[in-house]
């Protein structure tokens, strides 16, 4: 089975700060991982995805997640946090075999900017 | 082109009657996939279907709980006889795979108030 654990249910930075979003992993065989974006009243959008490719991920409006294998890791960064990144963030994995790809989410961290 | 779209987006019922959300994915998209977005469980998947096969159904809750998708493309999820349990925002997502690699592509959600 697979599961996802994000650490931190709320994190506030200040605007121009590095943002710094937690999630480790449990899986026993090597998975995707992904992180979305959530705006208020809005679905899910994709930041970016790990596929055993680079370890570095880079993905949209700035944001990176390095994939630690050793530390079962999938840690969002973004060096100088906007106003506009205050959203709420899910990691996710799926199992790399299969036919039903469904995701696994974490419970999701709440990101605060202040000006 | 145009994205995932699900109607209603707000949806207040009372207890034990009968409600259908309406999913429509991205033209072509192959997969489908509902989950529930709750309070209490967070994100949760729901069911899968893939092209002509026989629907995923492992993360439904309870018999109450059916899902169609009619030519391979519209989706409806009936819940019958509601409970307030069952309040949460119900999103869906489509997604075209190659080989092993897929992004899902979420909805804006229905979010379903049970009174």
């Known amino acids: 089975a697979q599961s996802v654990t994000q650490l931190g249910s709320h994190v506030s930075v200040s605007e121009g700060a590095l943002v710094l979003l937690r999630c480790n992993y449990s899986?026993?065989?090597?998975?995707?991982l992904f992180w979305y974006v959530q705006y208020p009243n809005q679905g899910l959008q994709l930041l970016l995805k790990?596929?055993?490719?680079?370890?570095l991920v880079k993905g949209i409006n700035g944001f990176e997640a390095e994939f630690k294998k050793s530390e079962t890791s999938f840690h969002l960064t973004k060096p100088s946090a906007h106003m506009s990144d205050a959203a709420e963030y899910f990691c996710?994995?799926?199992?790399?075999?299969?036919?039903?790809?469904?995701?696994?989410f974490g419970k999701g961290t709440l990101l605060t900017v202040n000006p | 082109g145009a994205g995932v779209s699900q109607s209603p987006s707000n949806k207040v019922t009372e207890k034990g009657k009968d409600v259908e959300l309406r999913c429509d994915p991205i033209s072509g998209h192959t997969a489908l996939y509902w989950y529930r977005q709750s309070l209490g469980q967070g994100l949760e998947f729901l069911i899968y279907?893939?092209?002509?096969?026989?629907?995923?159904k492992s993360g439904l809750p309870s018999d109450r709980f059916s899902a169609e998708r009619t030519g391979g493309s519209v989706s409806t999820l009936t819940i019958q006889r509601t409970q307030q349990e069952d309040s949460a925002v119900y999103l869906c997502?489509?997604?075209?795979?190659?080989?092993?690699?897929?992004?899902?592509?979420f909805g804006p959600g229905t979010r379903l108030l049970v009174l």
């Open positions: 997502a489509s997604s075209l795979r190659k080989g092993g690699e897929e992004t899902q592509y």
């Open positions: 790990y596929t055993s490719a680079a370890t």
């Open positions: 279907f893939q092209g002509n096969s026989a629907p995923d």
């Open positions: 899986s026993s065989v090597p998975p995707y």
């Open positions: 996710a994995v799926r199992r790399s075999g299969g036919s039903n790809y469904k995701l696994t």
